[in-house]
């Protein structure tokens, strides 16, 4: 699964101020393995069965969160991330989520345009619960800029 992180985050490299992502640590094993064994772990593979494509999230009350979407480079813009997303989507309504919520960049086209496509809508800062401002502010301590920064959200409620 590293591999497929490491393979993914190389496109940060295209964007000189992100650059340093790419060179970022991956997911831990434990915390793979605990995805894993709580069922919010999903992943795609070549005809090999080869990892080419991941999604991780947990269960957090009321919604389910993706930590990671990743696709390896050479696997990327084959639909691959959305049926991974469409497939923790389902997860999360069968399972009785009344949401999916993640954080990502605004402005990077990959990220928050690519989620907004798949019906998530970012979340405005003064309506964010505490556990994503809680993310959000971890994620700034790493590093992360909070100005490209946004918690996104999509609603399992119908109407």
Same mark, same amino acid.
């Given at each position: 699964?590293? @591999?497929?992180?490491?393979?993914?985050?190389?496109?940060?490299?295209?964007?000189?101020?992100?650059?340093?992502?790419?060179?970022?640590?991956?997911?831990?094993?434990?915390?793979?393995?605990?995805?894993?064994?709580?069922?919010? @772990?999903?992943?795609?593979?070549?005809?090999?069965?080869?990892?080419?494509?991941?999604?991780?999230?947990?269960?957090?009350?009321?919604? /389910?969160?993706?930590?990671?979407?990743?696709?390896?480079?050479?696997?990327?813009?084959?639909?691959?991330?959305?049926?991974?997303?469409?497939?923790?989507?389902?997860?999360?309504?069968?399972?009785?989520?009344?949401?999916?919520? /993640?954080?990502?960049?605004?402005?990077?086209?990959?990220? %928050?345009?690519?989620? %907004?496509?798949?019906?998530?809508?970012?979340?405005?800062?003064?309506?964010?619960?505490?556990?994503?401002?809680?993310?959000?502010?971890?994620?700034?301590?790493?590093?992360?800029?909070?100005?490209?920064?946004?918690?996104?959200?999509?609603?399992?409620?119908?109407?």
């Amino acid at each position: 699964m590293a @591999a497929v992180e490491r393979s993914a985050a190389a496109r940060f490299r295209s964007l000189p101020e992100l650059a340093w992502l790419a060179d970022g640590e991956p997911i831990s094993a434990a915390d793979q393995l605990a995805w894993i064994a709580g069922g919010t @772990a999903w992943v795609a593979t070549d005809a090999d069965d080869a990892p080419v494509g991941l999604l991780d999230a947990e269960a957090f009350g009321s919604a /389910l969160h993706v930590w990671e979407l990743s696709v390896h480079r050479s696997w990327q813009g084959r639909g691959i991330g959305r049926a991974l997303l469409d497939a923790a989507i389902g997860h999360a309504r069968d399972a009785g989520f009344r949401a999916v919520t /993640l954080t990502t960049f605004r402005d990077v086209a990959w990220n %928050a345009p690519f989620y %907004a496509r798949a019906g998530f809508e970012t979340i405005d800062e003064h309506a964010l619960c505490a556990r994503l401002r809680a993310v959000l502010e971890r994620e700034r301590v790493a590093g992360l800029p909070p100005a490209r920064r946004c918690a996104m959200r999509r609603s399992l409620i119908a109407g």
